[in-house]
């Protein structure tokens, strides 16, 4: 039997090769992907089937992702509010125009993803809170999706002496 030339199985060749991918760290820089109230605005009760009729609202901001694989979510929402109804979204990607729109899913395998604010324990600058980044519920695969919107089923609403009208949607690559 004739064999062909060996294989190193040296993790040092492989890495040295390009063979093997190192973790990196990336910093990200947070996206408003719904400006001022836009997490206060319903794009479609229930279910959106199509993000290009139904997620339209002019607070929605597409995200380019050009670098990562997560993206993460957080809700800035006044502190004053109260009886807070917690939105509820779903985050769409696709690769470039010509890709028709994919349902993401965040770590759970969910596809509608509910933003959990704690008026008693979010983060505050003194004018928002900001709801904790949960790692499955929050975190969305990007699927090979460069191009991302996000369209809510459920507006952020509460009452108080807060408004909804300067609550955002953050997110970030990672």
Same mark, same amino acid.
């Given at each position: 039997m004739v064999l062909g030339n060996d294989i190193? +199985?040296?993790?040092? @060749?492989q890495l040295e090769a390009g063979g093997i991918s190192r973790p990196v760290g990336l910093s990200?820089?947070?996206?408003?992907?719904?400006? +001022?109230?836009?997490? @206060?605005?319903?794009?479609?009760?229930?279910?959106?089937t199509n993000p290009t009729t139904q997620i339209t609202a002019a607070t929605r901001q597409p995200l380019i992702a050009d670098v990562g694989t997560i993206l993460r979510l957080m809700l800035g929402y006044d502190d004053g509010l109260t009886g807070i109804t917690d939105m509820q979204c779903q985050v769409?990607?696709?690769?470039?125009?010509?890709?028709?729109?994919?349902?993401?899913?965040?770590?759970?395998e969910q596809t509608t993803i509910t933003i959990v604010t704690d008026t008693t324990e979010d983060a505050e600058d003194g004018t928002l809170k900001y709801t904790d980044a949960n790692l499955n519920a929050h975190a969305i695969d990007l699927d090979g999706?460069?191009?991302?919107?996000?369209?809510?089923?459920?507006?952020?609403?509460?009452?108080?002496?807060?408004?909804v009208s300067n609550s955002v949607l953050y997110g970030w690559v990672i």
């Open positions: 190193i +199985a040296s993790a040092y @060749a990200c820089k947070l996206f408003e992907l719904q400006t +001022a109230g836009g997490p @206060a605005v319903q794009d479609n009760a229930t279910r959106i769409f990607g696709r690769a470039d125009d010509d890709d028709p729109w994919r349902r993401l899913k965040n770590n759970d999706c460069k191009e991302v919107v996000v369209g809510n089923i459920v507006a952020l609403a509460g009452g108080g002496s807060g408004v």
